[in-house]
């Protein structure tokens, strides 16, 4: 229990925060780049009158939807930290703490299982695009490379939460406060 807590707080917690930090990095990028794009058009449209034109950024589309999907899964390891999911606890919230906790901790196990299974689908569909060489349609840019922060994401959450389910923070050390039935 003591090597699961030195783990999750030594190990996973910073590498789940410094991910976290590289989707929201990934989301200034693309905010971004939709300005850029969105400026291009307003001066497009400014210009026309005039016979000018200004065009947008080229496979803008194409960018987003590469980088959108890695940023948005790389924050779930750190919300699985600090329990920032979303718990119903409408049927359990007169149950007893050790029945709460066990039904918390078999969510913890089977989200690890979810998250764990994805990351491994993710990676076959990954191998499986890189080699049939799936390109995007404007830039022509493989996909599969803009797959990998996705795949570490989710191997990254489906630890956090195997080691959450087997050493818990306790209410004192949880950064989120108490537990959402405590």
Do not use: K
């Not at 959108?68 to 119903?88: D, E, K, M, N």
């Not at 493989?142 to 191997?155: I, R």
Request: proline content about 8%; overall charge neutral; charged content about 15%.
């Amino acid at each position: 229990m003591i090597r699961a807590a030195a783990l999750r707080d030594r190990v996973l917690a910073p590498l789940a925060a410094g991910l976290a930090v590289y989707g929201g990095l990934v989301l200034f990028v693309i905010t971004a780049i939709t300005m850029v794009n969105v400026a291009g058009f307003t001066l497009d449209a400014l210009a026309e009158p005039f016979g000018g034109r200004v065009s947008g950024l080229s496979g803008y589309e194409e960018v987003v939807a590469l980088l959108i999907g890695g940023a948005t899964l790389a924050f779930l390891p750190w919300c699985q930290l600090r329990r920032g999911h979303v718990v119903v606890d409408l049927f359990t919230r007169r149950l007893p703490a050790r029945a709460v906790d066990a039904i918390d901790r078999l969510a913890l196990a089977l989200t690890a299982v979810l998250a764990l299974g994805l990351a491994v689908s993710m990676a076959w569909g990954m191998a499986r695009m890189r080699a049939d060489g799936v390109v995007t349609g404007v830039l022509s840019w493989p996909e599969w490379p803009f797959w990998s922060p996705g795949v570490v994401a989710l191997a990254l959450w489906g630890s956090v939460a195997a080691v959450m389910a087997v050493a818990p923070p306790a209410p004192a050390d949880d950064p989120a406060g108490p537990p959402p039935h405590g």
